[in-house]
C-alpha cells in the first residue's frame, strides 16, 4: 500500500473514534467506511514486468479510450489514452526503460478525464524517459475528481521499464505518446494494468501499422 494510504485510513480512523464518542456508533460507520476504501484505493499490488524488446508497457490500470495518431511539438506521434476510475489502482510506472530528461508540470482545468479536451486542458505532469534510442512521453492527467499529482522521479534519474514512478490520486487520465513507427498491441475498450500490460512494440518501420492488434498481457 503507498502511505497516503495509512494517513487517510488514520485520519477518517480519528474522525469515526470521535463521532462514536460524541453521538453513537452507527455516526461513525461512515468515516470508518471511508477509511477503508481509502486503505484500499491506495493499494500497490506487484506486477509482472514484460521482457519483450521493444515493448512499451501501459503507466497505468484502467480502460483504454484511444489509440489515434496526433500531432505534438510539430511530429506526429501515436498517442494511446488510458482512464483511471476510482476503482483503479492509479500508482504509475515508467513505460520504458531509459533516463528522465524532462518533467513539466502544467496547471489547468478539471475536467472529466474521459473527455478528449482534458488530455490539452487539465492539470497535468509530463515526464519524457528516453532510452534504447527512442523517446516515450508519458502524461499524469488530473481528472474531475483527482487534485493531486505526485511524481517521485527528477531530471537525470534512471528508470526501468515497469518501475513505479507516481501516483495520481482518484480519477485521472494517463497518455502515452511514442514514434508512429510504434505498433499498438491495444484496442479501445480493452482494460489494461500498469507495468504489465503492452501498449505497444516498436518497429522501425516509420509507419504506423497493426491498429486495433490484440492486447498482450493484460489479463495474466
Known sequence: MVSDGYYYGLGFGIA???????????????????GCFCMWFFRDPEREIPSVAGAVVSPGDGKVTEVALVRASGTDKLRISIFLSVFDVHVNRSPISGVVRDIRYQRG??????????????????????????????????????RRIVCTKKVGDSVARGERVGLIKFG???????????????????????????????????????????EVGARR
Not at 109 to 118: G, T, V, Y
Not at 125 to 133: A, H, K, L, M, P
Not at 177 to 196: E, H
Open 16 to 34: 469515526a473514534l470521535v463521532l462514536g464518542w460524541l453521538t453513537s456508533p452507527l455516526w461513525a460507520l461512515p468515516a470508518v467506511l471511508l
Open 109 to 146: 482545468k478539471f475536467i472529466n478525464a474521459m473527455s478528449a479536451e482534458s488530455a490539452a486542458e487539465n492539470e497535468q505532469n509530463i515526464v519524457t524517459v528516453e532510452g534504447d534510442g527512442r523517446t516515450v512521453v508519458f502524461k499524469q492527467i488530473a481528472g474531475l475528481i483527482a
Open 172 to 214: 485521472s487520465r494517463v497518455d502515452v505518446l511514442m514514434d508512429v513507427s510504434a505498433i499498438p498491441q491495444v484496442k479501445v475498450g480493452d482494460r489494461v494494468r500498469g507495468g504489465s500490460s503492452i501498449l505497444a512494440l516498436e518497429s522501425g518501420l516509420g509507419e504506423l501499422v497493426g491498429a486495433g492488434a490484440a
